[in-house]
């Protein structure tokens, strides 16, 4: 994606927010830049320090939940957005989230439309969009960014609750049910393994998913 960082991508971050989250404070130095997934207002508190001084990126839904105060960018000094659909006119959420994004002085890309195109395999609900945020944060960075080196902290497949809570969130019950019908922690696996030239390191609590030889897998168990 042009422009999208100034620095080398060699070495790249995703932020996600399970509780394995928390891990990112023993890592950070082994990344540059990274995404932060959808509203992280009530993470930075405990991660502003470390990610400043990083290029950080919003990767967000469209959904009214989504953006942060100006005051959470200008922490992280948050130049540019991601939506993870791309542009539509007719999408009332879509379009008020750019407005508002441009009237806070930001740069705004979107999903490109190869990825949105392609067949991911999880049949006609989800043929005009993606199941979650998060996976689909991990295929637009080894498709686009296409780093040397990537870190992944805060998937836990909902085999743990998110770092923090929010009150729209659904229960994680739910959450988990939805991964497991869609086979997303296999679907993640084959995924990593197409992209054998990045060398992928996910911190998780997830027990069950398994690593390969592109993919080193720390188990998060605070």
Sequence with gaps: MKNLFNSGNENFGILLKGKSLRSVTDYHNNFDACFIINN??????????????KEVVH???????????YSSYLALNI??????KPFDIFDFN???????????????????????KQDWGFGNEYKKKFPNAGILSLIYVLEVIKPKNLWIFGLDFYHGDYLKRRQHQNP??????????????????NLF????????????????????SNVNKIIYNN
Aim: hydrophobic residues 40%; aromatic residues 14%.
């Design 79 to 84: 130049k540019k957005i991601i939506f993870m």
């Design 94 to 116: 879509m379009l008020r989230n750019y407005l508002l994004y441009k009237v806070l002085g930001k740069e705004v890309f979107f999903l490109p439309q190869f990825i949105q």
């Design 59 to 69: 990767f967000i839904n469209r959904l009214p939940t989504a953006p942060m105060s």
């Design 172 to 189: 994680i019950e739910l959450q988990r049910e939805k991964f497991d019908r869609l086979n997303l922690i296999e679907f993640t696996e």
């Design 40 to 53: 992280f207002e009530r993470e930075l508190p405990e991660f502003e320090n470390i990610l400043k001084g």
């Design 193 to 212: 393994s197409r992209y054998s030239e990045t060398n992928i390191n996910i911190i998780t609590s997830c027990s069950e998913f398994s690593p390969s």
